[in-house]
């Protein structure tokens, strides 16, 4: 992992293809056993952006970040090359994080519109009966995984998405409630994040601290607040509008040490109704 920063992000080495080069030995047959690797996804961002044609930044902010109807622009950190960190370093405001649980709470729809396709969404955050590798409890300690997404044990659907150091984004489709959460602990893995999980419904965080109970999330809501968290309701409010016209030019920065950022472009009607600002 610290080499795949250090050739990405950290801008120390030429990035692109060469960051991943050294990741080709296989541990596993595919398909028989779970291993979180971030190389692996990216590899997935490599493919994708030579298949898409354009950055991962431009290709998120077409297909996902304007047509939610995001408030704000979102960074996303990039190699010596202008390749993304395809495996992190997605940058933006709590708001829009909640805009886009509650895209993926609806389904991947938003209004009349399906900004992602419904039988994909379902296949990301749900394990096939025959993958018992990914199953939660089997893939790792307490969650299952999906699509780059962490998948709860129960009947009912719930999964995450998650950061290191706090950051956190969880989904219950049925009752279409979202809790986004940020922080900047010192550790990767902290401890603080068993309250997180157990307002989520976590048992086993449950039983060790009196604050949650092991129930949906729709329940505990009105009884728990984490801070530096973000409760959000059914429906994406006045900033769910779509501008149909938004001209933004891709903008890269690059500081000293690393390898910079690139714009992951707003909706523009979203971010005039949220700032009051008329971008130029």
Known sequence: MSLLVTDTFEGGGPGGPSAVVGFN??????????????????????????AVGQPLADYLSDRIWRPMGAEADATW??????????YCCV?????????????????????????IPRPWLLAATTVPAESWHLKPYAATRYFGYGYQTWIFP????????LGVRGQAIYVEPASKLVLVHTAVRKLPVDPGGDEL???????R??????????????TLVSKVLVPTSVVAPTGFGHA??????VKLSTKESRASGNGGRRA????EAARRRATGLVRR
């Open 264 to 267: 992951v472009p707003a909706n």
């Open 77 to 86: 950190l990039i190699d010596n090359v202008g390749m993304e960190s395809a």
């Open 240 to 245: 769910g509008a779509v501008s149909s016209r």
């Open 25 to 50: 030995e296989r541990l596993r047959w595919p398909g028989s056993a779970f291993s979180y690797a971030s190389a692996e996804t990216q590899v997935l961002g490599l493919v994708l952006r030579a």
């Open 197 to 203: 999980l157990a307002l989520g419904g976590h048992p």
């Open 205 to 218: 965080a449950a039983r060790r601290r009196p604050i949650a109970s092991p129930c949906s999330l729709g």
């Open 154 to 161: 129960g009947a009912r659907r719930m999964f995450a998405l």
């Open 91 to 115: 940058n933006a405001v709590l708001r829009d994080y909640a805009r886009l649980g509650l895209l993926l709470a609806h389904d991947g729809r938003l209004g009349d519109r399906q900004i």
